[in-house]
């Protein structure tokens, strides 16, 4: 085997790797619980998941008590206060006052369909990568322990870049 | 030949393949049209495009009848009611009640762009693969044949990152 | 080198090309401020990037006169009106009657985070490419001129598709 073919080989491992890289910056409910469907799925059968929060996506890795006010300043708190935690998140559409994500999470669990805090569970078992952005935690006051334990680390876009390097990269 | 350059060219094959895939996941008239309109333009120069439609996506392929409520208990036939199919979409923003897709509509046919409706007809002209995604019609609560017949299949995420491999894969 | 091997390698020229293309469908402040952070990151680091400005992202690239109603029609006239230019455009969610994107620009400059604006000219700067879609024009009624002037061109999505060729491409 000579060195370009070696180099067309490396290409094929790299092109085609079961990668799959979500960007999470939606912090809705039914788009969160799609973020999370598609990256468990994707673990399930062998791919390499990486999430990438960032702005209200960030509500998806708070810890429970996330919902409290974090942050050093007003501004900041105003905003903690408004993003809350996962189990506040709204949906996108027909939020009623929050009804919305209530009647989704009895229509999930009636119909044997894993929630989304069942899901974020999942996530952690199956070993996705989970990261938070750096940028948007710095806008919103957020330091490395508001989020839970499984957050690998922060990161900026380029590292992001190069760890979803050679997979498919979905924006949610 | 040698086997090595085989597999390095059907990388090339795999990885170059004109292959689109679009994750249907918004039910907006404005977003359904970006959706139909990238997915007909691909399919018209020679892709393979395939669309998944899940959650609020789903209404773009329900029956025309499909604003009847639909599903077998009284949550999900008040999200059939909600949902509505094709012709009751919103627009993401500036919605005025449903004056906002009806503006849409006037505009586009005004400057001779093809609507939503005949995007659809487009894509099934087009041979585009539609698919349905199984997780959200179990949650909605909704059925084959609750959609139009030209849906190839409903699917779950493992199916659907097979079918879409080597390709592009968007989230709308 | 034989064919064969030269084709594999450009195989691997072709799919690895650090090459990141987003399709700029949203208006929303904070929707563009996460696309122009992707895109200025991706450039920072030697990407080639695309940006394909639809719908509400047209928003993004108008000139500051953009506020004004443009178009020819009574109708396009109010859309212009409605859609508004850069400085205009509201956040996803907590909107405020557009406070919430100077509460985002505060929070941005107190923790020295580059703007919305700063982002864009940052784009400029690092010679991204700025395209307008050709079908979202003639919809709004919208001429080339209409944008900054940065805008390298109009293109449909055939045109898209192959530019942003064997790089991911991602929709916000």
């Not at 409910?29 to 990438?52: C, M, P």
């Not at 669990?109 to 569970?121: D, I, M, P, R, Y």
């Amino acid at each position: 085997m000579n060195n370009d073919t070696i180099q067309a080989i490396e290409a094929q491992n790299i092109t085609n790797a079961k990668k799959l890289s979500i960007i999470a910056f939606s912090g809705e409910f039914d788009r969160l619980t799609a973020a999370f469907t598609i990256a468990t799925g994707a673990a399930a059968v062998g791919y390499e998941v990486n999430i990438f929060f960032t702005f209200w996506g960030l509500n998806a890795i708070k810890k429970e008590n996330g919902r409290a006010a974090i942050g050093n300043n007003f501004i900041t708190k105003i905003f903690g206060l408004m993003m809350g935690g996962l189990s506040n998140t709204p949906t996108s559409r027909f939020n009623f006052c929050g009804i919305g994500p209530w009647i989704f999470r009895k229509l999930m669990s009636k119909n044997n369909v894993a929630t989304l805090e069942q899901l974020v569970e999942a996530a952690k078992t199956l070993g996705i990568n989970l990261y938070a952005c750096e940028m948007a935690m710095h806008v919103l006051g957020l330091k490395k322990n508001d989020f839970i334990n499984e957050v690998k680390d922060e990161l900026g876009v380029a590292s992001f870049l190069k760890i979803s390097e050679g997979g498919r990269t979905i924006f949610i």
